[in-house]
């Protein structure tokens, strides 16, 4: 007998920034700010606040804070030392990911929550791979107060490995919390999550369908402003914003597996142009749908 076992495809695209080490004197402060991207924030020696939602979160030396996009926050080192830090900004498009990387607007994982992670040693990896950088001048670069570390194909795809696993250690962790603290504490009432995974069937159904959100807001008997509180609230981005990611892992798909035009994949996808289509698509995959198609 023959047999074969498949992993599903993943067409996901994992965007990486402002991925860096730091040393910042005492009484430093980096005033209140937002991103468009997840910020992960380790303190790696010393300590600082980090003040967010307005609510004032001591990270000490071995800890990590998990900032939401879209969150305004600020970083204050108040104490008599100078601390260092490792700074990942990423933003993921894998759904399940992201409506667990959102339910809240950060998290603090505390010294022995991420001592029983495999944070530590994957850091520490990551340590070994800036001291290379240092190692050889011809390496580096300077661009106004940063030195910028110029990788090689192989370090890349190293520090990529290491970011992803760096995210599946904070989503295990978070998991880990969610079912302590029961699912309802977290999203809301049964009620609300039964709505929300309503909606997110029928936005599923529904995804090429202009006026989709208003027609399944009706269906609900809920008004549009309600509709959109619920779900935001249960999956952590609007029903527009949802929407909006089911188009672009279909059109990944059809880049991927079909001859379409970029013209006729946005037609499909009901976008009101092929620029707005590419726009849109460069924004989440960081490169154009013509860049992401495989080259024959």
Not at 83 to 90: G, K, T
Not at 122 to 129: I, T
Not at 209 to 231: D, Y
């Amino acid at each position: 007998m023959h047999v074969e076992f498949h992993f599903s495809d993943m067409t996901h695209t994992l965007q990486i920034a402002g991925c860096h080490f730091g040393v910042k004197p005492a009484g430093w402060l980096y005033p209140r700010h937002h991103h468009h991207l997840f910020e992960i924030l380790y303190c790696w020696e010393g300590t600082f606040t980090q003040i967010v939602d307005e609510q004032k979160i001591k990270v000490r030396t071995g800890e990590l804070v998990l900032i939401k996009p879209g969150i305004k926050h600020l970083s204050h080192n108040d104490s008599s030392e100078p601390h260092a830090y490792f700074n990942i900004h990423f933003n993921i498009d894998d759904l399940e990911l992201r409506n667990l990387l959102t339910n809240s607007s950060y998290q603090h994982m505390d010294y022995e929550g991420v001592r029983q992670t495999r944070l530590p040693a994957y850091l520490k990896e990551l340590e070994g791979l800036l001291q290379q950088g240092l190692i050889d001048p011809g390496n580096r670069q300077w661009i106004n107060d940063y030195q910028f570390i110029h990788l090689k194909k192989m370090e890349k795809l190293f520090l990529q490995g290491h970011i992803l696993l760096i995210i599946q250690e904070v989503v295990s962790f978070l998991t880990s919390r969610a079912e302590e603290d029961e699912a309802a504490s977290l999203f809301g009432s049964t009620l609300q999550i039964d709505i929300a995974h309503a909606i997110e069937s029928r936005l599923q159904s529904t995804v090429c369908a202009k006026g989709a959100i208003a027609q399944i807001a009706k269906e609900q008997s809920l008004s549009r402003s309600h509709c959109h509180k619920i779900f935001t609230k249960v999956y952590g981005r609007s029903p527009r914003q949802y929407l909006s990611q089911l188009k672009l892992n279909q059109a990944k798909q059809l880049l991927l597996s079909s001859e379409l035009t970029v013209d006729a994949i946005s037609r499909e996808l009901g976008f009101a142009s092929s620029s707005h289509f590419s726009r849109q698509f460069r924004r989440w995959a960081g490169i154009s749908p013509n860049q992401f198609r495989p080259k024959p």
